[in-house]
């Protein structure tokens, strides 16, 4: 079974700043799908973010950015320009690709709860 | 830009009661999902729903779980007999048939007392 794990309960950086959330996860297949899902106080699942395991380029929208390692099963998000919007809970998720016919259910990890301070 | 909805937002239910979550999916998705996230805890997958059956269910999805689409349109979730440990934030998510992202409502807040 996979596994995804986010080693940092909670993080904080300043306005305007750059950070960085930590995810890993474990995995015995070669293609599947990586995503960063954020959480506002609404508990809205916000996607911010996918990756293919297939693609070696890391995937950007805007101000986020990921490091894909796939040799290292590390899939990292980077948050340029904080802004105070970007306060919220960060869930890594794993999906796998192998599995086309069947449910290809959604392995979350831990998440990252983010403060941004002005 | 269209979105998945869920009813209700929250409900308040005895002990032993059923319950029925709905959500409504985006028009053209083919997979449903359920999720459920225990307050402070991480978001656990529950059942997937494709071709109005089920595809792929958790150990979370016992009997007292079901799931259907009894009108082409809402995908429910019902639980049978409520216990304390059931009280969550149940999320529905869709996606379509070609595409890997899956879209979630914003949840259902349940609360068993």
């Known amino acids: 079974a996979q596994t995804v794990t986010q080693s940092q309960p909670e993080m904080s950086v300043q306005e305007a700043e750059t950070v960085t959330l930590s995810c890993t996860y474990d995995t015995s297949e070669s293609d599947y799908y990586l995503f960063w899902y954020k959480q506002p106080p609404s508990r809205q699942m916000i996607l911010v973010i996918r990756?293919?395991?297939?693609?070696?380029q890391n995937a950007t929208e805007n101000r986020f950015s990921v490091n894909f390692q796939k040799a290292a099963k590390s899939f990292s998000l980077k948050i340029s320009d904080s802004q105070l919007g970007d306060a919220a809970m960060y869930f890594c998720?794993?999906?796998?690709?192998?599995?086309?016919?069947?449910?290809?259910?959604?392995?979350f990890g831990e998440g990252t709860q983010l403060t941004v301070n002005p | 830009e269209p979105e998945v909805t869920q009813t209700p937002s929250h409900q308040v239910t005895q002990m032993g009661q059923e319950v029925i979550l709905r959500c409504v999916p985006i028009s053209n998705h083919l997979y449903f999902y359920w999720y459920r996230q225990i307050l402070g805890q991480k978001v656990e997958f529950l059942v997937s729903?494709?071709?109005?059956?089920?595809?792929?269910k958790s150990e979370i999805f016992d009997d007292q779980f079901s799931v259907e689409r009894p009108d082409g349109s809402n995908f429910t979730l019902k639980i049978r007999s409520t216990k304390l440990e059931d009280s969550a934030m149940y999320f529905c998510a869709t996606r379509r048939d070609t595409q890997e992202t899956q879209y979630f409502g914003p949840g259902t807040r349940l609360l068993v007392l």
């Open positions: 990756q293919e395991a297939y693609k070696q």
């Open positions: 729903f494709y071709n109005n059956e089920i595809s792929e």
């Open positions: 998720a794993y999906r796998s690709a192998e599995k086309e016919t069947s449910g290809s259910r959604l392995t």
